[in-house]
């Protein structure tokens, strides 16, 4: 059972565009995770958030944690090629399970 | 900081031959680490947690005989595929939590996968 669900599951934009990725979920998270993940390459950590209704940012890239801590958002805007990955959310709920969701690929085309 | 090595990061070998693969994190202690099992455009499937010093927990459906974990210091933990058979050709990732910084963020961080291909 996927705790986390993920929206969209691709999304193909032109460079320039800007882009939202969607994590939900029933359960309340303790703590949430976004990462990036490249073929053939580990997943890679870009930000984690804690505090219901925070918002982080890195560089072109947003990221929010809702109000009740069962959703988050990534942002991304003006998407460039290097932009290109699978993203994924991941979180511990408040059993203490960490589950990821099921990733969003993303293809940014110049 | 928390860097986490695998090794190798790619191998082919014959079916029934076993298979050791190692996760290392190098500037960090990591009492917990987890194995991760990924197909082609999928997501990361957990299969076992490894704890430091004693037996691994595996996730319903994963074979503790065929899949070996050994966690013998907060540094290493090794997954050992025995007796390997086409069906266990993937991508397998490990993951440390920081012992410093479990029970706050709970963060993960990843080695860069070992490719399994078993002829």
Known sequence: ?110 | GAVVSQHPSWVICKSGTSVKIECRSLDFQATTMFWYRQFPKQSLMLMATSNEGSKATYEQGVEKDKFLINHASLTLSTLTVTSAHPEDSSFYICSARDRQLAGIYNEQFFGPGTRLTVL
């Open chain 1, 1 to 110: 059972t996927q705790l986390l669900e993920q929206s969209p599951q691709f999304l193909s934009i032109q460079e320039g565009e800007n882009l939202t990725v969607y994590c939900n979920s029933s359960s309340v998270f303790s703590s949430l995770q976004w990462y990036r993940q490249e073929p053939g390459e580990g997943p890679v950590l870009l930000v984690t958030v804690v505090t219901g209704g925070e918002v982080k940012k890195l560089k072109r890239l947003t990221f929010q944690f809702g109000d009740a801590r069962k959703d988050s958002s990534l942002h991304i805007t003006a998407a460039q090629p290097g932009d290109t990955g699978l993203y994924l959310c991941a979180g511990t709920d408040s059993w203490g399970k960490f589950q990821f969701g099921a990733g969003t690929q993303v293809v940014v085309t110049p």
